[in-house]
């Protein structure tokens, strides 16, 4: 009796402990989104005057998000250049990595093996690699500071996106092709009405995986665009926070704005974004 | 005959399939390695036309003591970042995988960072450390110049970089932690494992494939750490936080010496690439160990 008591208690302080370890990194993992959401909140005159950061705003203010997009600080151009990127490198890359991995998993032609091969290959080359001479080509082509120059290099297809679809339409039943065949479908009809209906999770997968991506990315949009025409979120942000040093109510502002939308939409689908990474290690 | 014809045609149709992605993978992944190859053999300002110069980048290179500081740098904040991370990251899975309620909340929660934009937070931390505004320095009560003292610039940015990524690790060794067949835990209480036992000879094994996915690109995409680095310290002070990606960035379009960077850009390519063979190399010989 006392050593069932004894391992019960046991049990009730090991989850007791489990529960104090998560909230504490619950509060490290959140802390700073909350502290950065309040402070954008704040009037500059209360974030200079205040005894300490971690107060509350008083008044709550929106003219931090107002001021954002009211022209001074131009940062409507950036929102609408960053959904316009995502929109076509998703559509783009979707519709090109459908058709590829539709060849590769389900046609028989010369030069098959190699080719998947050669594209396989290409994800072992880092970004940071292709930077120079991929900036060095397009500036050749006279894409620099275009929309085109943003997009192009990931439009036509992504080789992780190919792989991850391969797979997938290798599984699906070969009957159900050849069905839509013998009723005299063509490659785009079978495409369209069997196999990318069938196909629905890792599309929405990928789906994910890339607005993430494109979402994110800093690195090519901060060398390839220059000025505001062509500026997408990530670069605005880290321009508006080296031109106003210290003027940290603003600057919580555009990161808010930055980092929102992907939240929000992680918290809409976060049971599938769970899954897609762990079923496919994004980026890596 | 018609076996022909219609192979022909499979043949058509695949190229016809494949053209959007050959243009795009060819021109965009293919051809800029070779280019970068070329251009690492050239001295080049992206105005004058651009000239020949052999192996002297890589000679340059190899010579400049800020090049060799780039790339202790970037090993250093590996070696702050990797175990870390991935120690950090199986602790959470333990905890996560006991499965109390509430569990899939704490993990969504936690993999929030690695859905943000590194650029965005690393803005926000920067403003979290900064000196006199910050939040760590409120908490703490303490004057600390975090991002500008040579000591402390590299290990806050590494920090930033597990805090925004251990959620995204734990996710793996959850994922190889439910593999683990629980028939083997059970023979192990029956046997009178210690907890500690248990974990250090079933659990641990188990989780050897994962932790090698977890190191392997751990380390590979924190050889190419920018975003971050950028918004918190721009490679400062004094070079402390200076990572390889930054300065490939600073010699071709800061200082507009795009060979030199070229150079770099193969050097870490080829430092890469053995580090992963490396890696193969050791974990293989481990896990054919363990089973023989």
Known sequence: MNSVKRVAGRRIAGNAATYLVLAAGAVVTVGPYLLSLLTSMKTPRQFGSQTSPLAFPSPFTLSNYSGLFSGEYGFVTPLVVTVQMVAVILVGQLLCSVLAAYAFARLRFPGRDALFWVYLSTLMVPQIVTLVPLYTMMAQAGLRNTFWGLVLPTVFGSPYAIFLLREYFRGIPGELIDAARVDGAGTPRVLWHVVVPMSRPILATLTIITIVTHWNNFLWPLIITTGPTWQVLTVATANLQGQYNGNWTLVTAATTVAMAPLVLLFLLFQRHVVRSISLTGMKS | ?292
């Open chain 2, 1 to 292: 005959m018609i076996s022909l014809r219609v192979r022909r045609r499979e043949t058509a149709v695949a190229y016809t399939l494949l053209t959007p992605s050959l243009v795009g993978i060819g021109l965009f992944l293919v051809l800029p390695v070779f280019v970068v190859l070329w251009l690492s053999l050239r001295q080049w300002d992206l105005v004058s036309p651009s000239t020949f110069v052999g192996l002297r980048n890589y000679r340059d290179i190899l010579s400049d003591p800020a090049v060799g500081n780039s790339f202790a740098v970037t090993a250093l904040f590996t070696a702050m970042v990797i175990p870390v991370q991935t120690v950090l990251g199986l602790g959470v899975a333990l905890l996560l995988n006991r499965r109390l309620p509430g569990s899939a909340f704490f993990r969504a929660l936690y993999i929030v960072p690695w859905i943000c934009a590194p650029l965005a937070l690393g803005v926000v931390w920067k403003w979290m450390f900064d000196p006199t505004d910050g939040v760590l320095n409120a908490i703490i009560g303490h004057r600390i110049t975090w991002l500008s003292s040579e000591n402390l610039a590299l290990p806050s940015v590494a920090a930033v970089s597990v805090w925004s990524q251990v959620g995204y690790v734990s996710l793996f060794f959850l994922a190889g932690l439910s593999a683990v067949p629980g028939h083997l835990y059970e023979a192990a209480r029956i046997d009178g494992a210690s907890a500690v036992r248990t974990f250090w000879h079933i659990t641990l094994p188990l989780l050897r494939p994962t932790t090698f996915f977890i190191l392997v690109t751990g380390i590979i995409s924190s050889f190419q750490v920018f975003d971050t680095v950028y918004a918190m310290t721009s490679g400062g002070p004094a070079g402390h936080t200076d990572v390889i990606a930054s300065h490939i960035y600073q010699e071709a379009f800061v200082d507009f010496r795009l060979g030199r960077a070229a150079a770099l850009a193969v050097a870490l390519l080829v430092v890469l690439v053995m580090v992963t063979v490396a890696q193969q190399l050791w974990f293989r010989r481990r896990i054919t160990y363990e089973l023989g």
